[in-house]
């Protein structure tokens, strides 16, 4: 018996201040798959980077709030001025006040580089954990998050691992004999069917800003990630990205089962999203925006919203997920389904 699911992707007009169908396709499916988020428990989580703590970024933690994001996942950059008690404060009033308990972070240029405050920040940060992330995360040495927190970080909560790579620990010019084991080792052996990596700076050719769009030699890290089907989170130019389904970020490989209204990962897929519009963007676009590799994009030619938010409803069964992204208090775009196919442990080895 034929069944048909509609996947839909939306783009908001900010001129006309309405939402405008730009896709419908259907397609023969199961029908429980429209069910599956719904019906299981899981985790919502909320993607946000290059935040500082004034007005916008006060909006960036309400939509998260609001769209019930249960973890933050911030890829550095914090407040832009070492004040470490003001984004302290920031936290308590907007995140934890508010009844919320998880965050993760990794650092970000304007938190670590050159700088030794970052290790003020990681007390505020530390302390605040909650006891479930505190027992389910590991630093690169296996032990509970501490001195590493925002460095090297190996969670899992709800059926999402999730790997953090701080800034330094990136750009270090032998950074990558460090970073792929390391991947590699908190990959292994694991069952969790959603998978993400964060950092705080993107890679050239995925970056469609004004900004940041070199070369900078961290392709081993992306593809480490991709051999375990997880997704790639990072920051650092003020805008939002999502890229196509990548069968090969270093040779800019789109996978044949990439498709406008599907995302499909498996071992060896996987997709690439920026989010540094927590409180400071868009950026212009540059000269990577219109490259095939780029699927959606919010910079500064779609509308003067400076605060962004990603949140993503990951079920626990492993099967579809939903994220959205929100600009002001309205949604810019729904990203396609994410259905996944990362079930059994991955087998590279752990060294």
């Not at 914090?78 to 990794?106: P, R, V």
């Not at 890679?203 to 392709?219: A, F, I, Q, V, W």
């Not at 779609?302 to 990603?310: F, H, N």
Request: charged share 25%; glycine share 10%; hydrophobic share 35%.
């Amino acid at each position: 018996k034929l069944q048909f699911l509609y996947f839909i992707d939306f783009s908001l007009n900010p001129k006309k201040n309405f939402i405008t169908i730009i896709t419908m396709k259907t397609t023969k499916s199961a029908i429980a798959l429209l069910f599956a988020v719904g019906c299981t428990d899981g985790l919502k989580v909320g993607f946000v980077g290059d935040s500082g703590y004034k007005d916008d970024a006060i909006n960036s933690y309400r939509i998260m709030r609001e769209h019930g994001a249960e973890l933050v996942l911030q890829n550095g950059d914090f407040d832009y001025k070492d004040d470490y008690s003001g984004w302290g404060e920031f936290l308590d009033a907007n995140w934890y006040g508010e009844g919320k308990k998880h965050i993760l972070m990794s650092s970000g240029n304007h938190d670590t580089e050159g700088k030794a405050v970052f290790q003020k920040y990681q007390e505020q940060l530390v302390r605040r954990l909650s006891s479930e992330l505190l027992s389910n995360c590991k630093g690169r040495k296996g032990e509970n998050l501490g001195s590493e927190y925002g460095r090297w970080g190996n969670c899992v909560m709800n059926g999402v691992r999730i790997v953090l790579i701080g800034w330094d620990e990136m750009k270090a010019d032998d950074a990558m004999e460090e970073v792929v084991p390391f991947i590699n080792k908190s990959f292994a052996d694991t069952t969790e069917p959603w998978r993400i990596c964060m950092w705080h700076r993107p890679e050239g050719l995925y970056n469609p800003g004004s900004r940041h769009y070199k070369d900078y030699n961290t392709y081993p890290a992306y593809e480490a990630c991709r051999e375990h089907g997880a997704i790639t989170f990072s920051g650092h130019s003020h805008l939002y990205s999502r890229s196509k389904l990548m069968s090969s970020y270093s040779d800019v490989t789109v996978s044949p089962d990439d498709e406008a209204d599907l995302l499909k990962l498996t071992c060896g897929t996987s997709f690439t999203i920026i989010n540094g519009m927590a409180g400071s963007g868009p950026d212009a676009p540059g000269p990577h925006l219109v490259e095939p590799q780029i699927r959606k994009s919010y910079t500064s030619n779609d509308g003067g919203e400076s605060t962004g938010a990603l949140v993503c409803d990951f079920p626990d069964n492993g099967e579809v997920a939903s994220c959205s992204f929100f600009v002001g208090s309205a949604p810019a775009f729904f990203l396609p389904p994410v259905f996944c196919n990362v079930f059994k442990p991955t087998t590279l080895s752990k060294e």
